[in-house]
């Protein structure tokens, strides 16, 4: 069965710290990829997404991913990170050609202080 | 634009009672889906429907749980009886279109549900 791996459960960062989630999936098919986004009290949103074209993906606020076929990693970066960004982030996979089905994994608690 | 509408927000029940979920997507998704949030662990697909129709309830435990979507708008998820270890948080999330699988999913604020 098809699983999402992070990990890190929990990071404690300084503002202007750089970032590097992990997310690594087992699949040996082609998936789509997602990186989604839980601010304190506020819906789960996208911050990015990859399907096709290039490996390096541009999300909201500043963050990106970059899509490692060999190793099938999805990892999240910021270079410099604001305590804004304060949140549980969940990286998630879709099967490409499926029906949007998210297999999502078990989420990085990220606490970044002033 | 309006997003997913979810209610009741919180619920506590006790075991073996009943309890249901209302989600009300965005105008215009032809697709829903209820996820299952326990805590510490990712959310996990129960249901998805394309317009009143079922796409995929793999993960559903029919013997408890079910889900209906009327007119292919708002979705009722109900859980008969409720155990212990259904405390979790149900989201519900809608597309546009969720074919190829790379459609965004919108989420509501949840329901946490708690199983005394």
């Known amino acids: 069965a098809q699983s999402v791996s992070q990990h890190n459960h929990h990071v404690i960062l300084s503002e202007a710290a750089s970032l590097e989630l992990g997310c690594n999936y087992s699949?040996?098919?082609?998936?789509?990829l997602f990186w989604y986004v839980q601010y304190p009290g506020q819906h789960l949103q996208l911050l990015l997404k990859y399907f096709s074209g290039d490996p390096l993906v541009k999300g909201i606020k500043g963050f990106e991913a970059e899509f490692i076929k060999s190793k099938f990693s999805f990892n999240l970066r910021k270079p410099s990170v604001q305590w804004s960004d304060t949140a549980e982030y969940f990286c998630?996979?879709?099967?490409?050609?499926?029906?949007?089905?998210?297999?999502f994994g078990a989420g990085t608690r990220l606490a970044v202080h002033p | 634009e309006a997003g997913v509408a979810q209610s009741p927000r919180y619920k506590i029940i006790e075991k073996r009672q009943s309890v249901a979920f209302w989600c009300n997507p965005i105008?215009?998704?032809?697709?829903l889906y209820w996820y299952q949030q326990i805590l510490g662990q990712g959310p996990k697909l129960l249901i998805q429907f394309q317009n009143n129709g079922v796409v995929d309830d793999s993960q559903l435990p029919k013997d408890r749980f079910s889900a209906e979507r009327l007119k292919g708008v708002d979705s009722t998820l109900k859980i008969q009886p409720a155990k212990l270890e259904d405390s979790a948080v149900y989201l519900c999330?809608?597309?546009?279109?969720?074919?190829?699988?790379?459609?965004?999913?919108?989420f509501g604020p949840g329901t946490r549900l708690t199983v005394l």
């Open positions: 998630a996979v879709t099967l490409s050609g499926g029906y949007n089905k998210l297999i």
């Open positions: 105008s215009g998704h032809a697709t």
């Open positions: 999330a809608s597309s546009l279109d969720p074919r190829g699988g790379t459609d965004t999913q919108y």
């Open positions: 699949y040996g098919g082609t998936v789509n």
